[in-house]
């Protein structure tokens, strides 16, 4: 892999990490504004260390472990830079079934935010979509049941990573749905400023699992995502302290987070197929679509809003 297209995988993470987090950092700003100077220090400081370092640090390492097994923890890390055949073909085995697990997550994700969640519609047919919001149960089971059938196909275990992308899915709603519960008490002022860290280090981790899976469309390389994402989490963290206001009247930005995750979701389902996807299609998706969107953002600010 040669220095430019490092650089291109290392910028495609950071601006998909920091747009897939901008609800993260809205919710974050919100409940801080009802802590104390202290708590908010704590959080800001030891937070982000826990954020890049145990979260986007620790969980795509654990996930090339688990797909591949045999690579061992350490061989987890440094496999994508091995040179022997026997680790590269470990890794080209084992990469289907990450790429079907992860894929699977983004689209049922992407689903659930065309279909059912509160949205500034931004292209023509969003809003007709999510009238038929009843609907996307009865989509994302069968998109599972073809997912499931032409894994079959190919190899079980491509199959069992689908069905375990759907189930991480609703596992990660669940703890969303409770967070947005638990948001309501820390706005209200009925929680003390720990357990308000403890629920805002709970919301951070599940948002950051969006960007963890998706990073895998960019590079099986764990300590590229780990760089990557990392450098995400730091932005996030700055407009978590000094522009989150700012950032709420770019209207269509979650958009352009949600269409990115539809396109990384696809590129993962079809390599996992087998079909070759050039690495430098999904940094270029993900600048396209956010560049989009953002432009919409900027048209539909007021005409004496600054950009």
């Not at 470990?90 to 689903?111: K, R, Y």
């Not at 919001?133 to 069992?160: E, H, K, R, T, Y």
């Not at 700012?246 to 269509?252: A, T, W």
């Amino acid at each position: 892999m040669d220095i430019l297209s490092v650089i291109i995988i290392i910028a495609g993470l950071c601006l998909f990490e920091t747009i897939c987090s901008i609800d993260n950092a809205i919710i974050n700003a919100e409940v801080l504004s009802t802590m104390s100077q202290w708590a908010r220090r704590w959080f800001l400081l030891w937070g982000l260390l826990f954020a890049v370092f145990i979260i986007r640090g620790v969980l795509p390492w654990l996930i090339v472990w688990m797909s591949t097994p045999a690579l061992g923890p350490i061989g987890a890390l440094t496999a994508t830079f091995s040179s022997d055949p026997a680790v590269i073909a470990a890794i080209e085995e084992s990469a289907p079934i990450l790429l079907m697990g992860g894929g699977t997550f983004l689209l049922f994700l992407f689903l659930h935010w065309i279909f059912l969640e509160e949205k500034h519609y931004g292209l023509r047919g969003e809003c007709f979509i999510a009238s038929k919001g009843v609907w996307f149960f009865a989509i994302v089971s069968i998109l599972l049941a073809l997912l499931v059938w032409f894994s079959l196909q190919i190899n079980p275990m491509m199959a069992f990573a689908a069905v375990m992308g759907s189930t991480a899915f609703f596992i990660v709603h669940g703890f969303r749905q409770n967070a947005e519960e638990q948001e309501r008490k820390m706005l209200g002022g009925t929680m003390s400023d720990w357990s308000k860290i403890f629920y805002l280090e709970v919301i951070d981790a599940t948002f950051s699992i969006d960007g963890v899976l998706g990073a895998f469309a960019f590079t099986l390389s764990v300590p590229l995502i780990i760089l990557g994402n990392g450098l995400g989490a730091v932005v996030v963290r700055q407009i978590t302290i000094s522009n989150v206001d700012r950032i709420k009247r770019y209207l269509f930005l979650k958009n352009g987070a949600m269409y990115s995750i539809l396109f990384l979701g696809c590129i993962m389902v079809l390599d996992g197929f087998g079909y070759h996807i050039p690495a430098w299609l999904s940094p270029l998706v993900t600048f396209g679509v956010v560049g989009f969107f953002y432009m919409k953002s900027v048209r539909a600010l007021p005409a004496e809003e600054p950009v």
